[in-house]
């Protein structure tokens, strides 16, 4: 996995603290935020394109985004909502 942009929160992981935006092994933008479950552990939330037809390395120019609003992780292209997770 390769990082574009990032931040961790080691010490508290509080919830929303930390997410992680890049390029997978596969060459698809990931977005990735942990949230804590019912009991408090850590979960893991990750979601990628989930389309290995789009293309981000086409010498054009995008906009990569990705949201999360406590319920639901979501990752844009371009202004279009491409996956969304609920977290």
């Given at each position: 996995y390769q990082m574009l942009v990032?931040?961790?929160d080691h010490n508290?992981?509080?919830?929303g603290g930390s997410f992680q935006l890049g390029?997978?092994?596969r060459?698809?933008?990931y977005w990735q935020v942990p949230t804590r479950s019912a009991d408090g552990s850590l979960v893991?939330?990750?979601i990628d394109f989930g389309h290995p037809t789009i293309n981000?390395?086409?010498g054009h120019f995008h906009v990569v985004?990705?949201?999360y609003d406590g319920w639901m992780l979501r990752i844009y292209l371009d202004g279009d909502l491409v996956n969304s997770?609920?977290?």
């Open positions: 990032g931040m961790f508290h992981l509080e919830v390029i997978s092994p060459g698809n933008i893991d939330n990750l981000l390395f086409d985004a990705g949201t997770l609920g977290a």
